[in-house]
């Protein structure tokens, strides 16, 4: 293996996504001299790919010792990890295409560095030590968790005993998940599947499962280009939400009838089912946007067929035996990562994602010994520095509300409400 | 005057809101033999039109003796107040176009019921009985306010030690302001501005004040039917949302210079003031969607101006000293409200927010031993109850949980998780 | 009657109407002294209204001698008229609400002027004059028509040998359809009939039946507004747009059974008939615009119906005989013209609109000797220099072609165009 | 080379486009024994693709003899030409990457099958036989042309005298531009843009230069997934037209100050040049969506910069002197050809212009006697007839006239149309 020759495109795409990560830019800028992580080692667990890579950078720069892991099989880059090895204060353990066993051993190698912060994607690496080193849950700090499906099953463990230190819902921000889940998602998701496929949104009827932050933006930014959305949903609210929004809401089973494309996007598992899959067009296309790649019953799915075959680069062609078609993209992986022409999440995203975990994460150390263990809210301050930053960098400048208007906001009595305070 | 001629045109209105309020009905229907608000008082302060005539009619109906009074001095209709002193069980005090002072008086005549609950609009009835009847306040078992104003303004009677009973935000339910802000105000106030000046969305330079839920509906559906939009606003989370929504964020000052129509909806005072009249276009248009008429400065636009004139109904003109025109509509009252052509929000919406009051005062009743004196987040299950409510009126079904998804939201494990708990 | 009254509210009315049509005024300020129009009569058929009182005085500011009589019998302003009445160089013949039979002898006074030319809509006086008086047809230099139901009615008389002068098709203009028809009854007629039923259009399941401009204005402004929109049509290229664009499509049959707001907008009979009012929903709510109130079949509706009344001002309930009612609105006029709450197309659509029948009237009479007798287009020199004059009003400045721009588009071998001609 | 092995992915990838254009299916069966081709040569010149590989395949299958060749340097698949070049009647000479000497080589051999008909793209194939071998200009029956830029380029060749055959212009068919340049353009460079940079679309400041029917796609699908988009024009009405839908307008030196993404789609050459690059921001990215790589002044560029390297696969960084970064995408060429990611359009967009140009092509032939040397409009019945096979593929139904509504289109005098004919 070349790892010079790696190392060199993995600098090039560092390079680039630096180019387009302003916010780092000013965080490294703020906290070089400052250096509020020194002395602590950060494991970082992700995607390892060159926004990763900035961000990994911008944490050794402000102290941190800081060692990575990959955080789903298919999603890391050699030549990145290759070149993130060369830095100082950096160390990692990633690879592409890793088996599920070989993906544990990574973690545990990660592991070893005994971190005292994890700063999580999907809680994967969290959930690990949590089930393999027990023993490290002692000394660790805390927990920062940037996705929807992390949050979730940090609660679990909570609600199982098994989380013994404070975890920021880093996804719950605003500034995160309103970028991350539906900008970020909603564009890669539907731009993968385009172009992996070949095909057109324009008339299509696209069937998004789930109406949370992902499947709001996928929903929305297909019908923006032309197509017919329906929605699933099994939360009454989501489902009146996009109903008023003007997307048509139906129960999967009527939605599989009706669907050129399914995106899932729910954070749960077998929300496509062999029995909707049976009731689907020939040439239906299933797709996946959420962390795991259970969300689509592929298993089902190869159960029904007679034949399967490639049926091009990152589509695989599954025939039912009545000589109908449907084609499962990516193995039912994230098609915004998993994809042939897949490099994640845009970098003006992952700018605002993993500054939100930078100053989480300086947040929680800080107020380490105030914060009790379980999930937390973190601060709205924190929320709006990142907002002020990225602002900043943008060269977008606001209005300050007026001495008067802050005494308005102050006051409830009809008389200074309407005449002044 | 003619009550019985004016009875019988607000018993149309009257049939024309029910037969369009499904929710209500449902609640009838439910509620009619429960009767949970049997033997309490409950003062309704809104304005008084046909739809919270369906409101009013259906908490009598389950079991409360009601009491109402207008919100505002010129939103009410003397029709529909005259057909609902007509029904048995409501009892009320309203009359369109008073002063200040005469609206007080009306609010004092409907506290002289001593009521036990309050469901509020901007809070006028609560901060009246707080500053005038304080001698009520030990009797009352709560309030439910429905604007972002009015739990603004109960927040600052928290603060200033002003409140001694619980008051659910129903407000801050998605159920309500979802709906009623994105969609009520975004709607009604758009199509309140073009009629009453006869004048096209396409191709205007529109500056909406304020990205809250009622700007972001104002923001958005402006821009669908082809404005430019500018944004302010003093919040940079918001400011940072409507930019990566694609909007244009501006200091009112700049703003100021391009706009050919302003909408006005913080929840403040002077959001548009002299300094930014005098900045503007010829033919500027000036409106209010906010709750109170104190977001545009009209007494400074009145200093600045040469000359004022009736320009049409529902619009003053003022020129400045050096020719130009800004007009000036419903003298900055609630554009949806106080425009000629002006019936308040849809029907829909009002039967959801209405809907969401209703059993919010309900579960308020239900648990007030339980509840602090403070402002309190109605819990998930009122706001989940009423979107099943209405997704059953509109013929909606969607998906339940299986029992292997229930497991996988309690599982934490990676192998549960991947291969089934 | 008080016409002096009239007169007044009339005077404002243009006042408003002036204000708001800067081509207009810079058509008066061009014109003015080269008179292109003086020593001819020329008549106009329209909405009698304030935009077309600017339209008129426009015209006899550039020398004409104008009469004006209404194109359909609910949409004249009797204020307005008696206005212009009043000016020189202005007489006309228009009412408010007159019976089919009153408005014919409205055109014959009209005609008894024996105009040079005609601008016409939906070809009300060119059809007037060409059944009635057909000893004017020699006379007249030509007709400018100005809506789409105008231009077939007068190709319909083509094939019939009915016309024996030049008749240019205003309509077919970009200038004039895309923003009349697209924007200017798109965005009226939904207000409109979201005013007068005081409905909300977001979750709304909206049948829009004919997609030409004006369909596609209301289709896709009501979608996104948050409607599910359904198209209706019989010619395959715009049903298959329609599709691309997003849209449903469906035959009526089946749209009837779906919708909740039906809008024809088809220029054709019978679109809405009494086989498809037996399949709707209660509560559908009928609503026309296009020019004749013959797309909804309302006496196909009054035979269903058990009984009808005033549901409210505006709008007619059906009850048929199972208890379902079906609400027409403005018994299937106009509805952006006949509603209560409405003012016609907005001011700056008029303005446009106008300012395209005064330049290509100017035209037409230049070049009358050229023309022969038939239905032409009119020159895009006209429609350019329209939308020039448009675009300095709004201060936009655009590019020229450089010469090496020009050469390239006069160029054809691959040298000359890849390296420069 | 490994023909075979290239064969087989060629294969595989005409598999894919076939199953996903059912248009072409449809016209295989209905023409298979008909035959209309049977005995002429026909030349296609476009990108030689996996869809157009489809559209040869169906000219074979009618009965013509094939001949293909390249109409860009970069946009032909090697794998695609080896595949087509194993099945019977169809020939070809393409290769992927050739320069612009070879280009016009392989264009002389396909000229070489002294062709009776062309069906071209740009009019290469056209404008090279007119210069080079005028010889067969006698022979040629004519001409079908898709392009916008081929239209433009038939025309000067006809004003150059060049043009001795009836030419149609296919592209100027609704069927044709309305879905392949809007929706087939607009999704492809933007998705092709997107993913060879990275970036976000939403908060972007995108300029579209140039509003024709590409740039409208382009425009409107940016500003739909959360950009500010800035149209530049020359000519009065499409920036008017801009401007109406809610696009800023500016001229091209203002534009060049604010925009973060410049998408040229003009079909001009040195749209976007030096001058307007030096006042451009720092990491500027431009790309061509339009034929010819003339419309960004590349050449300009490179004087300007400091220095150039290559940022990422398919992107150039040019570095100004005051250290400025300019982005130049695939070298200005088409960038949902030339892209890393790209496969020019997708395939539901091919379908249907091709068929365009299958139907215009048999058109063509069967009334070559009656039409005259020059550009011809494709008679709209062809237009239909393909809009009514698509619709059919995609199973919608349409309404048909009814007798009475046909009456009614044909009636002009007010009583036929109000009370029938």
Redesign the interface.
């Known amino acids: 293996m070349d790892t010079a020759r790696n190392a060199e495109t993995g600098h090039?795409?560092l390079?680039?996504?630096r180019?387009?990560m302003p916010v780092h830019a000013a965080l490294r800028e703020r906290f070089r001299d400052q250096r509020p992580f020194a002395g602590l080692t950060i494991a970082v667990c992700s995607h390892i790919e060159a926004k990763t890579g900035v961000f990994l950078e911008t944490l050794a720069a402000a102290g941190a010792e800081v060692v990575f892991t990959g955080s789903e099989p298919g999603s890391s880059q050699d030549d990145v990890v290759a070149a993130l090895n060369e830095q100082a204060g950096v160390t990692g353990y990633a690879r592409r295409g890793v088996s599920?066993g070989r993906l544990?051993e990574l973690h545990a190698q990660a592991l070893e560095h005994e971190p005292d912060l994890i700063l999580d994607d999907a809680?994967?690496l969290t959930?690990?030590l949590?089930?393999l080193r027990p023993d490290l849950l002692e000394g660790l700090h805390g927990v920062c968790e940037q996705t929807t499906t992390g949050v979730?099953?940090?609660r679990?463990?909570v609600?199982?005993g098994?989380l013994r230190f404070p975890a920021y819902a880093v996804n719950q921000t605003?500034?995160k998940h309103?970028?991350d889940n539906i900008?970020?998602t909603?564009?890669s998701a539907?731009?993968?599947l385009?172009?992996t496929t070949?095909?057109?949104?324009?008339?299509k009827q696209v069937v998004v499962c789930g109406y949370g932050d992902c499947g709001v933006g996928i929903a929305h930014?297909a019908?923006?280009?032309?197509?017919?959305v329906t929605v699933?949903?099994?939360?009454?609210?989501r489902?009146?939400?996009a109903?008023?929004?003007?997307?048509?809401?139906?129960?999967?089973a009527e939605a599989a009838e009706i669907g050129d494309l399914f995106i899932t996007a729910t954070g749960?598992?077998?929300?496509i089912r062999a029995e909707h899959m049976e009731r689907m067009r020939d040439?239906a296309v299933l797709a996946n946007a959420g962390h795991?790649n259970?969300e689509i019953d592929a298993e089902g799915l190869a159960a029904l067929a007679a034949h399967r075959r490639?049926?091009?680069d990152g589509?695989e062609a599954f025939q039912l035996p009545d000589g109908r078609?449907i084609y499962l993209l990516c193995e039912g992986r994230l098609v915004n990562l998993a994809a042939p022409?897949a490099?994640?999440h845009?970098?003006?995203?992952m700018d605002q994602t993993f500054a939100m975990q930078f100053m989480a994460a300086r947040h929680l150390l800080a107020h380490r010994e105030a914060l009790a263990a379980g999930v937390h809210v973190v601060p709205d301050t924190v929320?709006?520095e990142v907002?002020?930053l990225?602002?900043e960098t943008?060269g977008?400048?606001?209005?300050?509300?007026?001495e008067?208007?802050q005494r308005?906001?102050?006051?409830?009595?009809?008389d200074d409400?309407?005449h002044?305070a």
């Open positions: 090039q795409k390079d680039w996504a180019a387009h599920e544990a809680a994967e959930a690990r949590a089930h979730q099953r940090i679990a463990m609600a199982d098994a605003p500034m309103e970028f900008h970020g909603g564009e539907l731009t993968n385009m172009l070949n095909l057109l949104l324009a008339g930014k019908r923006a280009w032309g197509a017919q699933t949903e099994v939360e009454p609210r489902a009146l939400r109903h008023m929004n003007g997307l048509a809401v139906r129960p999967m749960n598992r077998q929300v040439g795991f259970v490639e049926a091009r589509v078609e022409t490099m994640g845009p970098a003006e995203v929320d709006e907002a002020s990225k602002l943008l977008i400048a606001i209005d300050a509300l007026t008067g208007q308005f906001l102050d006051a409830w009595r009809t409400l309407l002044g």
